[in-house]
Protein backbone atom coordinates (compact mmCIF):
# COMPACT_ATOMS: atom_id res chain seq x y z
CA UNK A 1 0.00 0.00 0.00
CA UNK A 2 3.10 2.47 0.77
CA UNK A 3 4.81 1.49 -2.50
CA UNK A 4 1.23 2.65 -4.31
CA UNK A 5 0.76 5.55 -2.23
CA UNK A 6 4.48 6.53 -3.48
CA UNK A 7 4.21 5.72 -6.86
CA UNK A 8 0.90 7.88 -7.19
CA UNK A 9 2.30 10.86 -5.45
CA UNK A 10 4.84 10.77 -7.72
CA UNK A 11 2.74 10.48 -10.82
CA UNK A 12 0.76 13.74 -9.53
CA UNK A 13 4.09 15.40 -8.97
CA UNK A 14 5.54 14.86 -12.95
CA UNK A 15 1.79 15.74 -13.96
CA UNK A 16 1.84 18.80 -12.41
CA UNK A 17 4.92 19.35 -13.80
CA UNK A 18 4.19 18.75 -16.67
CA UNK A 19 0.64 20.79 -16.78
CA UNK A 20 3.01 24.07 -15.61
CA UNK A 21 5.10 22.93 -18.40
CA UNK A 22 1.94 23.54 -20.79
CA UNK A 23 0.44 26.31 -19.23
CA UNK A 24 4.09 28.59 -19.70
CA UNK A 25 4.41 27.18 -23.59
CA UNK A 26 0.89 28.45 -23.90
CA UNK A 27 1.75 32.22 -22.67
CA UNK A 28 4.48 31.64 -24.98
CA UNK A 29 2.52 31.10 -28.07
CA UNK A 30 0.13 33.68 -26.96
CA UNK A 31 -0.23 36.84 -29.47
CA UNK A 32 2.86 38.78 -29.39
CA UNK A 33 1.16 42.40 -28.52
CA UNK A 34 3.34 45.35 -28.57
CA UNK A 35 3.17 47.20 -25.18
CA UNK A 36 1.85 50.78 -26.03
CA UNK A 37 -1.39 51.43 -24.01
CA UNK A 38 -4.78 52.03 -26.72
CA UNK A 39 -7.18 54.87 -26.51
CA UNK A 40 -10.29 53.23 -26.74
CA UNK A 41 -13.50 54.30 -25.05
CA UNK A 42 -14.95 51.27 -23.87
CA UNK A 43 -15.46 47.47 -24.42
CA UNK A 44 -18.57 45.25 -24.14
CA UNK A 45 -17.82 41.40 -23.31
CA UNK A 46 -21.85 39.63 -23.40
CA UNK A 47 -21.41 37.23 -20.47
CA UNK A 48 -23.74 35.11 -18.48
CA UNK A 49 -25.76 37.48 -16.16
CA UNK A 50 -28.68 37.52 -13.76
CA UNK A 51 -30.10 34.27 -11.80
CA UNK A 52 -33.78 33.51 -10.66
CA UNK A 53 -33.21 35.24 -7.48
CA UNK A 54 -31.08 38.35 -9.41
CA UNK A 55 -33.28 38.82 -12.10
CA UNK A 56 -31.75 41.66 -15.31
CA UNK A 57 -33.44 43.79 -16.67
CA UNK A 58 -33.27 43.50 -20.47
CA UNK A 59 -35.74 41.93 -23.03
CA UNK A 60 -35.18 40.18 -26.32
CA UNK A 61 -34.54 42.82 -28.90
CA UNK A 62 -31.50 44.34 -26.21
CA UNK A 63 -30.00 41.46 -25.45
CA UNK A 64 -27.11 40.27 -27.37
CA UNK A 65 -26.61 38.38 -29.74
CA UNK A 66 -25.12 34.67 -28.86
CA UNK A 67 -26.89 34.94 -25.66
CA UNK A 68 -29.79 32.92 -24.21
CA UNK A 69 -32.53 34.52 -22.12
CA UNK A 70 -34.70 32.23 -19.93
CA UNK A 71 -37.19 32.13 -17.38
CA UNK A 72 -36.59 32.72 -13.44
CA UNK A 73 -38.33 28.86 -13.55
CA UNK A 74 -35.46 27.91 -16.57
CA UNK A 75 -37.47 28.40 -19.53
CA UNK A 76 -36.27 29.33 -23.21
CA UNK A 77 -37.50 32.73 -23.85
CA UNK A 78 -35.21 33.71 -26.63
CA UNK A 79 -32.06 34.55 -28.43
CA UNK A 80 -30.88 38.09 -27.95
CA UNK A 81 -30.97 40.26 -30.66
CA UNK A 82 -28.71 42.76 -30.16
CA UNK A 83 -25.24 42.93 -32.37
CA UNK A 84 -22.54 44.49 -29.88
CA UNK A 85 -20.66 46.09 -33.08
CA UNK A 86 -24.02 47.28 -34.70
CA UNK A 87 -26.69 47.80 -31.33
CA UNK A 88 -30.23 47.84 -32.15
CA UNK A 89 -32.47 50.90 -31.33
CA UNK A 90 -34.22 49.03 -28.80
CA UNK A 91 -36.91 49.82 -26.07
CA UNK A 92 -35.34 50.07 -22.44
CA UNK A 93 -38.02 48.42 -20.20
CA UNK A 94 -37.91 45.10 -18.48
CA UNK A 95 -39.27 42.02 -19.93
CA UNK A 96 -40.99 40.83 -16.61
CA UNK A 97 -40.36 36.69 -17.88
CA UNK A 98 -36.61 37.27 -18.27
CA UNK A 99 -34.72 36.52 -15.14
CA UNK A 100 -30.82 35.44 -16.38
CA UNK A 101 -28.79 34.93 -19.58
CA UNK A 102 -26.23 32.22 -20.64
CA UNK A 103 -23.68 33.63 -22.41
CA UNK A 104 -20.27 31.74 -23.78
CA UNK A 105 -18.21 33.76 -20.89
CA UNK A 106 -19.56 33.53 -17.28
CA UNK A 107 -17.30 35.67 -15.09
CA UNK A 108 -15.99 39.27 -15.56
CA UNK A 109 -17.66 42.57 -16.18
CA UNK A 110 -19.80 42.64 -19.64
CA UNK A 111 -18.98 46.40 -19.60
CA UNK A 112 -15.60 47.28 -19.38
CA UNK A 113 -14.93 50.54 -18.95
CA UNK A 114 -12.40 52.29 -18.39
CA UNK A 115 -10.41 50.33 -20.43
CA UNK A 116 -6.96 51.35 -19.71
CA UNK A 117 -3.96 50.30 -21.60
CA UNK A 118 -6.10 47.58 -23.72
CA UNK A 119 -5.72 47.75 -27.27
CA UNK A 120 -7.14 45.64 -30.30
CA UNK A 121 -4.32 43.48 -29.74
CA UNK A 122 -4.43 42.96 -26.19
CA UNK A 123 -8.34 42.78 -26.19
CA UNK A 124 -10.15 39.47 -25.84
CA UNK A 125 -11.38 37.70 -28.61
CA UNK A 126 -15.36 37.89 -28.34
CA UNK A 127 -15.25 41.18 -26.53
CA UNK A 128 -16.03 44.84 -28.85
CA UNK A 129 -14.36 47.74 -28.83
CA UNK A 130 -15.80 50.92 -29.16
CA UNK A 131 -13.74 54.56 -29.40
CA UNK A 132 -14.31 57.45 -27.44
CA UNK A 133 -17.11 58.63 -29.54
CA UNK A 134 -18.70 55.77 -29.44
CA UNK A 135 -18.11 54.22 -32.48
CA UNK A 136 -17.26 50.53 -33.32
CA UNK A 137 -13.11 50.00 -33.29
CA UNK A 138 -12.23 46.40 -33.54
CA UNK A 139 -12.59 42.71 -31.83
CA UNK A 140 -9.82 41.74 -29.52
CA UNK A 141 -7.23 39.70 -31.02
CA UNK A 142 -6.25 37.74 -27.58
CA UNK A 143 -7.81 34.54 -25.56
CA UNK A 144 -9.09 35.82 -22.73
CA UNK A 145 -7.82 33.18 -19.50
CA UNK A 146 -9.98 31.38 -17.71
CA UNK A 147 -10.14 32.79 -13.96
CA UNK A 148 -10.01 29.34 -11.70
CA UNK A 149 -10.23 28.80 -7.84
CA UNK A 150 -7.13 26.25 -6.67
CA UNK A 151 -10.04 24.68 -4.44
CA UNK A 152 -9.93 20.66 -4.54
CA UNK A 153 -13.04 19.24 -5.82
CA UNK A 154 -14.29 16.69 -3.16
CA UNK A 155 -15.76 15.08 -6.21
CA UNK A 156 -12.98 13.74 -7.97
CA UNK A 157 -11.66 10.49 -7.03
CA UNK A 158 -8.94 10.37 -9.89
CA UNK A 159 -7.75 11.79 -12.75
CA UNK A 160 -6.12 10.65 -16.51
CA UNK A 161 -4.28 12.54 -18.67
CA UNK A 162 -2.51 12.07 -22.22
CA UNK A 163 0.67 13.66 -20.95
CA UNK A 164 0.65 10.52 -18.48
CA UNK A 165 0.07 7.45 -20.31
CA UNK A 166 -3.71 7.86 -19.52
CA UNK A 167 -2.72 6.59 -16.07
CA UNK A 168 -4.96 6.85 -13.22
CA UNK A 169 -3.02 9.86 -11.00
CA UNK A 170 -5.55 9.41 -7.41
CA UNK A 171 -5.37 12.08 -4.55
CA UNK A 172 -5.24 14.76 -6.97
CA UNK A 173 -5.97 18.68 -5.64
CA UNK A 174 -7.66 19.49 -8.85
CA UNK A 175 -10.97 20.80 -10.14
CA UNK A 176 -12.82 21.51 -13.61
CA UNK A 177 -11.35 24.88 -14.46
CA UNK A 178 -7.30 23.83 -13.62
CA UNK A 179 -7.94 20.37 -15.40
CA UNK A 180 -4.94 20.68 -18.08
CA UNK A 181 -6.39 19.93 -21.74
CA UNK A 182 -7.49 16.70 -22.29
CA UNK A 183 -7.43 15.98 -18.63
CA UNK A 184 -10.73 13.87 -17.61
CA UNK A 185 -12.06 14.06 -14.40
CA UNK A 186 -13.90 11.06 -12.60
CA UNK A 187 -16.06 10.50 -9.66
CA UNK A 188 -15.92 8.08 -7.15
CA UNK A 189 -18.20 5.53 -8.71
CA UNK A 190 -16.00 6.30 -11.84
CA UNK A 191 -18.59 8.30 -14.33
CA UNK A 192 -16.71 11.02 -16.17
CA UNK A 193 -17.26 14.11 -14.41
CA UNK A 194 -15.65 16.84 -16.71
CA UNK A 195 -12.17 17.28 -19.20
CA UNK A 196 -10.00 20.06 -19.05
CA UNK A 197 -10.31 22.79 -22.01
CA UNK A 198 -7.08 23.92 -23.94
CA UNK A 199 -6.94 27.30 -22.04
CA UNK A 200 -4.92 29.10 -19.61
CA UNK A 201 -6.04 30.02 -16.77
CA UNK A 202 -5.35 32.82 -13.79
CA UNK A 203 -5.84 31.54 -10.52
CA UNK A 204 -8.39 33.73 -7.84
CA UNK A 205 -9.03 33.54 -4.24
Same mark, same amino acid.
Given at each position: ?10 ? &? ?15 ? #? ?18 ? *?????? @? ?12 ? &? ?12 ? #???? @? ?7 ? @? ?35 ? #? ?18 ? #? ?26 ? *????? &? ?7 ? !??? @? ?5 ? !?
Amino acid at each position: MAVHKEVSSLA &YLLVLGLLVLVSAMEHV #DAKACTLECGNLGYGICPRS *EGSPEN @PICTNCCAGYKGCN &YYSANGTFICEGQS #DPKN @PKACPRNCD @PHIAYSKCSRSRGKTLIYPTGCTTCCTGYKGCYYFGK #DGKFVCEGESIEPKACTLEC #DSRVAYMTCPSSGLAKLNQVCVNCCTAG *EGCKL &YGYDGSLIC !TGE @PQSYIST !T
